[in-house]
C-alpha cells in the first residue's frame, strides 16, 4: 500500500510539473486569419442554399455573407483536382462512378444536384457541372479557401501544391484532410503554405487539452477543425477553446446550422463556424 501511495504522489507531481511548463509551440500568426476575428465558413460553399462544391454555391455563398469558402477535392484520372466531398460522384449528380477513373469531361456531362442522403428534398437548377479547383480560382482569386483533401493516397498534395503557387494564393489558403499522412505529405511538398490539423492530430490536441495540457501540444497546424459533439461526448468547451487560443491557433466547429447553436459558440469564442447555411450565420455574427 505504501509503494502505492508513493507512486501516486509521483504521478502528481509529475503532472504539477507538467502543468506550470511553458507553451510548447506558440504558432506564428498567418495572414489567412488576420483579417476577420470571426469567420462565417460556407460549408461545401453553402451547400444547403445551392448543390455543394459548385461554383455557383461558391459565388452564392460569398454574395450571402461568407467570409471563406470550405471545400472538397479529389484528383481525376486525367490529373485535374475537382471539387467533390464524395468519391463516387452518385450521391449528387445524375451520373455513376468512382472520380478517380474518371476525366474532367467525362465528370462534367452530368448535372450536379444536392446531397441524396443530406438534402434529398431540395431540387438544384439544371445545367450546373462538377468544377474544377482551377476554376474556382479564376473565377475568384480574392476569396479565402479552406481546402479539404479527400483522398487517402497524397498523389493530390502535389497539385494543389502546383495550383496555389500559380495563382499565388499562399496568403489566401488553408489545407486540411482528415488523412494525417496526407497533410504531411503536403506540408513537406508545399512548406510554408498553412494547414489544420489531421483528424489523429485533433483527437492528441482535444486530449491532452481535456486534462489541462494542452500547451504541451507542439503543432504543425495554424487551426483546427472540430465537430461540436462526437458519439454523444461533447467536444467543444469554454476549456478547450481556451486552451487552444493558448497555442495562437485558431478552432472552428462544424457543421452548424441553427442560430442557437451558433449564438452559443460564437459566445464562447470560437474562432469560425463551418455550416451549410452561411446565410444565417451572417445574420447571427452581425
Known sequence: ????FSAIACVGVMYLVLLVLPVAKFMTPVAFYQSSTFDVIAHGNGR???PGNTLEAAVNALIVGADILELDIHLTADKQLVLRHDEIIDTTTNGRGNIVDMTVAELQQYDVGFHKIDYSELLGPPGIAVPTLESLF???PDARYIIELKPEDPEATSYLCDLISKYNLGDQVVVGS???PVLQSFRQQCAGIPTSLGQSEAIILVLLSRVGLGHLYSSEGV???LPLSYGGFQIITKALVESIH???MRVDVWTVNDRATMQWLI????DGIITDRPDILSDVAG
Do not use: C, E, I
Not at 500500500?1 to 502505492?4: A, F, I, P, Q, V
Open 1 to 4: 500500500m505504501r509503494k502505492l
Open 48 to 50: 444547403a442554399l445551392l
Open 138 to 140: 479564376q473565377t475568384m
Open 178 to 180: 482528415f488523412h494525417t
Open 223 to 225: 487551426s483546427v477543425q
Open 246 to 248: 493558448q497555442l495562437n
Open 267 to 270: 459566445d464562447m469564442g470560437v
